[in-house]
């Protein structure tokens, strides 16, 4: 005889109770969780938060978080999925694993992407436009630090920034886009030097994002923004 879903729905509650506990997630400082506090928790995704505070290198186990976060009720559940991969970039970030935090928007960005953007859908609508508030937050924290040591990457995740930002956002991220485009074609012309004498060829001076600046960076300047970054970009 089949399971029903809401029998599973409970196995699978169950084991997510015992993951918690067994890592040691506190209610409180001092005082560790008891399965009935994890049951009415209002918003479970807030147990993951204290997870990963307890344990600062749990993030490194995102596929076990990831499925935690399903088992805590939030299977198929597009925005508590990025939420979550959010929560991981964050813990990343605060490890100095600036490697691992950039993948993870990465992967926030290719969800976005695989989102249908409709307007004949409401509930899709404020989906989407809710997963893309988070991915340029995360995106934007990451990319904005000074300790990145690939500026490849970090304009990759400023462009996605800028690309999903609300508008009023826009030009603070653009100076800082700038900026790294900037210091990215200085060091595209240090390296051409440490090789060569010759003048660097035109095209080594582009920027490797160019696919944000043609795509992205025009319509924004333009001032048809919202527009033309999204029918173009994603």
Known sequence: ???SDA???EIEFIEATHMLTEQRVYHQPGILIHPMQIRLASNKLDLITRLLSTNEEAYYDSKSIMELAKKLGYRNDKVAE?????MLADAALRDSNLNFAYNMCIDIVKIIKSIPNTKNNDEK???L????DIAWRICYEVA???A???LEKQ???MGYALALCPSDQAVDILNIWRKIDNEYKLELIRKSNEKSLEKPKLEKLKPVVERVESSLLTPLLQGDRIKSVFSRFF
Request: aromatic content about 4%; glycine content about 0%; charged content about 20%.
């Open 1 to 3: 005889m089949p399971i």
């Open 7 to 9: 029998i599973q729905a």
């Open 82 to 86: 990025v939420k979550v991969m959010a």
């Open 125 to 127: 609508e404020t989906i």
């Open 129 to 132: 436009n809710s997963v893309k």
């Open 144 to 146: 904005k630090q000074e």
């Open 148 to 150: 990145f040591q690939n």
């Open 155 to 157: 304009m990759t995740l």
